[in-house]
């Protein structure tokens, strides 16, 4: 999304899930809070998966999700940032880390995903379906499968 003006837009920061990164861009936000990237992934993200990549499992970094306190305590205690994201995570609504006052406060370094998706036609043609996601996890595969060459 451009910006945040579109409240059909910010619906997946506040009610959603918070976009991917891709790899290489948490460096980025790193360097944007002026904090080590372990420090940032330890306090502000989490590990989430594609589930027809198993062998990503868990290796796909997004801003955690902050819950509403009504919910029950065997969801909301459990302390999500830097860890892998259970099954249950993508279904229950939250609001983006990052998501403050009505706009995104990383929106220059924003991820990839939350870049590339809006409400428009133009987005919808240019990644149909599950297609952004699946060359977001893809090029996470290619990333670990390169460091794993070494
Ligand atoms: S990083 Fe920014 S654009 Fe992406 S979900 Fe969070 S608040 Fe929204």
């Known amino acids: 999304m451009p910006d945040c003006s579109c409240e059909k837009c910010v619906e997946a920061c506040v009610y959603g899930n918070p976009g991917w990164f891709l790899p290489g861009q948490v460096e980025k936000v790193a360097d944007f809070f002026d904090v080590p990237p372990e420090v940032l992934i330890e306090n502000r993200l989490i590990k989430d998966y594609w589930p027809k990549h198993l062998i990503g499992r868990c290796d796909i970094l997004s801003p955690v999700k902050i819950f509403d306190s009504s919910l029950p305590s065997e969801i909301s205690d459990i302390a999500l940032e830097g860890k892998c994201a259970p099954p249950w995570y993508a279904l ?19 991820p990839f ?37 070494k």
């Open 92 to 110: 229950i609504p939250g609001r983006c880390t990052f998501f403050f006052a009505g706009v995104c406060t990383i929106h220059s370094v924003k």
């Open 113 to 149: 995903e939350c870049r590339e998706q809006g409400c428009g036609p133009e987005f919808k043609q240019k990644w149909p379906g599950h297609s952004l996601r699946e060359y977001i996890a893809g090029e996470w595969l290619k990333y670990y499968a390169a460091k794993a060459a």
